[in-house]
């Protein structure tokens, strides 16, 4: 295990984010739409960051296939059980990869009429993108390799870690 990016620097970089988002969305109330599991540690942390009216939502998607490789089928494992019509929505994953789950699931929230809809993403990796998606937010860009920690697992393992690190095969 390799860390990446440090505790201090994630949350440094999240307090960041969370007075961007308080700054542009001023005067209003938002939906952090956390995306299970993944996004938990991000989205609480970030929550606390924010200085605005919000309402922390969950909901949970699973992507079939191997383990390390994006399968592309996306399926919704735990829906929403509040109407986001009307709503300021900020999606909250923990990393955007081929971004095929991230396209998904914006075709369906934008279907439920949100008043806007943004996305958040602690991680960005852009190397191994399929499909055109961009994030309003993101925390750090990381290279193409399979990182864990902070929310983001292998098999369910290592998202307690504090740190972003590199996965190690042995
Ligand atoms: P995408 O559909 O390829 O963008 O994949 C997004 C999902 O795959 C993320 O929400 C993660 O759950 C998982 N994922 C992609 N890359 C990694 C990684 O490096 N480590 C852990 N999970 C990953
Ligand atoms: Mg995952």
């Known amino acids: 295990m390799e860390i990446l ?6 949350l440094s970089r999240v307090k960041e984010l969370g007075a961007n988002i308080s700054s542009d969305y001023q005067g209003k109330e938002i939906v952090l739409l956390c995306i299970l599991k993944g996004g938990v540690m991000f989205a609480v942390d970030l929550a606390k960051c924010i200085d605005l009216t919000v309402k922390l ?3 949970s998607v699973s992507s079939y296939g191997a383990e390390k490789v994006s399968s592309g089928i996306v399926r919704i494992a735990n829906d929403l059980d509040e109407s986001i019509e009307g709503k300021h929505v900020i999606v909250v994953e923990d990393i955007i990869d081929s971004g095929q789950t991230l396209h998904y699931l914006l075709s369906v929230l934008k279907a439920r009429k ?3 809809i943004k996305v958040c993403a602690l991680l960005d990796k852009p190397t191994k993108r399929k499909v055109v998606v961009d994030a309003d937010y993101i925390g750090f860009t990381v290279p193409d390799e399979f990182v864990v920690g902070y929310g983001l697992d292998y098999d369910q393992k290592y998202r307690n870690l504090p740190y972003v690190a590199i996965l190690k095969e042995d």
Do not use: G
């Open 5 to 10: 990016i440090s505790e201090q620097d994630i």
């Open 57 to 59: 939502e969950f909901m």
């Open 114 to 116: 949100p008043a806007s």
